[in-house]
C-alpha cells in the first residue's frame, strides 16, 4: 500500500541533501579580540573586539557598532608576537591546597599571541594591536595576509640596537 507521504518524504529528502551541504562549506571570517592599543579613538584597552575580514577590507566592530573599516589595500604591515609568562599566581593559589600541585604549575607557560596590524590610507593613518585566541591567530594572520599581500613579521625575531 502506497502512503500518500511517500512523495513529501522524497521531497524533503532532497531538500536536506542539498542544504546540508552548502551549510558545511558557509564559514565566519569573524573573530573575537581583545583591543590592546592603537589609533580607535574612545576605546580602551582589554575591550572585546570583533574583527570581520571580508574580501576588500578588515572591519572591527564593538557589540553591534562599527568603530573601523580597513580597506585592504591600505595595510602597510602586519606583525605578531607571544608573551610568554608563567603562572605564578596560579601556582600559589593550588600550593595552598596541595604543595606539589602548585610546584607543578609553577613550571607551566602562559602564552598570549598579539597580532598588530599598521594601515595608510591617503591621510589617514592609524594602527591596533590585538590579543588573539590560541586557537585563531594562525587564520586570522592568514587571512590577512591574503586579503593585504603583505607577509606578517614575527616582531619576537626582530632585534633592537640603540
Not at 1 to 24: D, E
Not at 44 to 72: C, L, N, S, W, Y
Not at 86 to 97: D, N, S
Not at 138 to 160: C, F, H, M, P, Y
Request: glycine residues 10%; charged residues 20%.
Amino acid at each position: 500500500m502506497k502512503s500518500i507521504f511517500a512523495p513529501m518524504r522524497s521531497l524533503v529528502a532532497v531538500v536536506l541533501c542539498l542544504a546540508v551541504p552548502a551549510t558545511a562549506f558557509a564559514f565566519d571570517n569573524s573573530y573575537k579580540v581583545m583591543y590592546d592599543g592603537g589609533s580607535i579613538q574612545d576605546l580602551k584597552a582589554g575591550t572585546d573586539v570583533r574583527m570581520d575580514i571580508e574580501q576588500d577590507k578588515v572591519v572591527f566592530f564593538h557589540g553591534k557598532e562599527q568603530i573601523a573599516a580597513v580597506p585592504a589595500a591600505s595595510i602597510t604591515e602586519i606583525s605578531y608576537g607571544q608573551d610568554v609568562h608563567r603562572r605564578v599566581g596560579a601556582a600559589i593559589g593550588l600550593a595552598v591546597i596541595s604543595f606539589g600541585i602548585g610546584g607543578l604549575m609553577a613550571l607551566t607557560k602562559s602564552k598570549k599571541h598579539y597580532i598588530g596590524l599598521t594601515w595608510a590610507d591617503g591621510d589617514k593613518k592609524g594602527g591596533f594591536a590585538m590579543q588573539c585566541d590560541k586557537n585563531d591567530y594562525r587564520g586570522e594572520l592568514t587571512a590577512l595576509e591574503g586579503i593585504s599581500g603583505k607577509k606578517a613579521v614575527n616582531s619576537d625575531a626582530l632585534t633592537v640596537k640603540n
